[in-house]
């Protein structure tokens, strides 16, 4: 069975940046959207940003001028490089991928956590 495998949380001071990237492997085939979400502890969780296949993009206010996100199709894997980074950023990344005929799928997560 597919998986998502992220990569590239951790500890970073406020003003730093982090990448995070997750690849799709196994059986997950035809991707459609790939993007991230992030859940604090205590509340929902929430669109960070996405892309579809065609490159268009969507970001959340709050990280919009700070985060990127991009995707190398061939690679099946999706970005998320994240500047000048707050303490407020703190919480658990999950990235998805939505498929044609088998829905959305979810990464493990990957914490990432920024210092004042």
């Known amino acids: 069975q597919g998986q998502l495998v992220e990569s590239g949380g951790g500890l970073v001071r406020a003003g730093g940046s982090l990448r995070l990237s997750c690849a799709a492997s196994?059986?997950?085939?035809?991707?459609?959207?790939m993007g991230w979400y992030r859940q604090a502890p205590g509340k929902q969780r929430e669109l960070v940003a996405a892309m579809n296949s065609g490159g268009s993009t969507n970001y959340a206010e709050f990280v919009k001028g700070r985060f990127t996100i991009s995707r190398d199709n061939a690679k099946n894997t999706v970005y998320l490089q994240m500047s000048s980074l707050k303490p407020e950023d703190t919480a658990v990344y999950y990235c998805?991928?939505?498929?044609?005929?088998?829905?959305?799928?979810w990464g493990p997560g990957t914490q990432v956590t920024v210092s004042s």
């Open positions: 998805y991928a939505d498929t044609t005929w088998a829905g959305r799928h």
């Open positions: 196994g059986s997950i085939f035809n991707i459609n959207a």
